[in-house]
Nanobody, 125 residues
Framework: QVQLVESGGGLVQAGGSLRLSCAAS????????MGWFRQAPGKEREFVVA????????YYANSVKGRFTISRDNAKKTVHLQMNSLSPEDTAVYYC??????????????????WGQGTQVTVSS
């Protein structure tokens, strides 16, 4: 059983930056792929980026490519999401998720087995 805890959300002005973190515990993390998704009010959950603990990726959604950067700290079992040049369209609850080691269809939320509780990111104009 994998537990995921996100942190780092908040309120930021357009053009600003935030760094989200996802601390993982339990399970054999090296066998998992970690993903970030987001969900804005009234919208479906949207893929942001994915990376494998053991290598492979990252894979970014086009909407965030060049602005967001995912990184992992294997020793601390933590994945970070650095978000730059934020716009109001990035406002959403951001979720960390884990799926078994397969880099196929990383953009499909239903393929993920474990989810964090989410952290709110609000970008003001």
């Amino acid at each position: 059983q994998v537990q995921l805890v996100e942190s780092g959300g908040g309120l930021v002005q357009a053009g600003g930056s935030l760094r989200l973190s996802c601390a993982a515990s339990g399970g054999t993390l090296s066998s998992y792929v970690m993903g970030w998704f987001r969900q804005a009010p009234g919208k479906e959950r949207e893929f942001v980026v994915a990376i494998a603990w053991s290598g492979g990726g990252p894979y970014y959604a086009n909407s965030v490519k060049g602005r967001f950067t995912i990184s992992r700290d294997n020793a601390k079992k933590t994945v970070h999401l650095q978000m730059n040049s934020l716009s109001p369209e990035d406002t959403a609850v951001y979720y960390c998720a884990a799926k078994t080691q397969s880099l196929e269809s990383v953009e499909v939320a239903d393929n993920y087995d474990y989810w964090g509780q989410g952290t709110q990111v609000t970008v003001s104009s």
